[in-house]
């Protein structure tokens, strides 16, 4: 998926032209929420309109207002399986500041970090434009701040969040992620979400 084109249709209408495959309709809520901080510009969204180029007559489907009840089906879900690694999410007592272990089985290459950053640069760009915002709120009531990829051990990097303000869906993505990270660059043998 690359960058979108953006054109201008009318006086009161964006398109955005992006070739994308196998994206599933509930990613489309990351940027409905995104799109929620316009308001504090005095521009209204009123719809988000998504046409498959070359299908044929679509049905339409509405995707629901995220809300408590909800968020872990109106979200995507989590795609990796245990072939592409172990997924923990750790019985922790909340908190704002969270992290992510990524343990490999053996200590990873020195370039492991260069090759993760992309990955968790894109997440953290996701998480800061409030794309998990709801059901808490607007991307401009809920603030999450990302922190960085740091060394843990010898076979583990930590991925740290300074904020975290937002559903937990949004750890399923970050998931999904590192699965085609561990798929494609180099595997992962656990992820801990704490």
């Given at each position: 998926?690359?960058m979108?084109?953006?054109?201008?249709?009318?006086?009161?209408?964006?398109?955005?032209?992006?070739?994308?495959?196998?994206?599933?309709?509930?990613?489309?809520?990351?940027?409905?929420?995104?799109?929620?901080?316009?308001v504090?510009?005095?521009?209204?969204?009123?719809?988000?309109?998504?046409?498959?180029?070359?299908?044929?007559?679509?049905?339409?489907?509405?995707?629901?207002?995220?809300?408590?009840?909800?968020?872990?089906h109106?979200?995507?879900?989590?795609?990796?399986?245990?072939?592409?690694?172990?997924?923990?999410?750790?019985?922790?007592?909340?908190?704002?500041?969270?992290?992510?272990?990524?343990?490999?089985?053996?200590?990873p290459?020195?370039?492991?970090?260069?090759?993760?950053?992309?990955?968790?640069?894109?997440?953290?760009?996701?998480?800061?434009?409030g794309?998990?915002?709801?059901?808490?709120?607007?991307?401009?009531?809920t603030?999450?701040?990302?922190d960085?990829?740091?060394?843990?051990?010898?076979?583990?990097?930590?991925i740290?969040?300074?904020?975290?303000?937002?559903?937990?869906?949004?750890?399923?993505?970050?998931?999904?992620?590192?699965?085609?990270?561990?798929?494609n660059?180099l595997?992962?043998?656990?992820?801990e979400?704490?």
């Amino acid at each position: 998926m690359g960058m979108p084109e953006i054109r201008r249709a009318d006086e009161r209408c964006l398109v955005a032209l992006v070739r994308a495959a196998n994206v599933d309709a509930t990613a489309f809520q990351f940027l409905r929420n995104m799109l929620g901080s316009l308001v504090t510009r005095s521009a209204r969204l009123q719809r988000i309109r998504v046409l498959v180029e070359g299908a044929g007559a679509a049905s339409v489907e509405r995707l629901p207002v995220i809300d408590d009840l909800n968020e872990s089906h109106a979200y995507p879900r989590t795609w990796v399986t245990p072939d592409d690694f172990e997924l923990v999410w750790a019985d922790s007592e909340f908190s704002k500041a969270r992290r992510v272990l990524l343990a490999f089985g053996a200590p990873p290459p020195t370039d492991v970090a260069i090759k993760l950053q992309p990955y968790v640069l894109a997440w953290f760009g996701l998480l800061e434009r409030g794309a998990f915002c709801a059901p808490y709120g607007l991307p401009f009531e809920t603030e999450s701040v990302g922190d960085g990829l740091s060394v843990f051990d010898e076979t583990s990097y930590e991925i740290s969040i300074r904020r975290f303000v937002a559903s937990e869906a949004g750890f399923h993505v970050l998931a999904n992620m590192l699965g085609h990270f561990s798929r494609n660059v180099l595997a992962i043998e656990s992820v801990e979400i704490d």
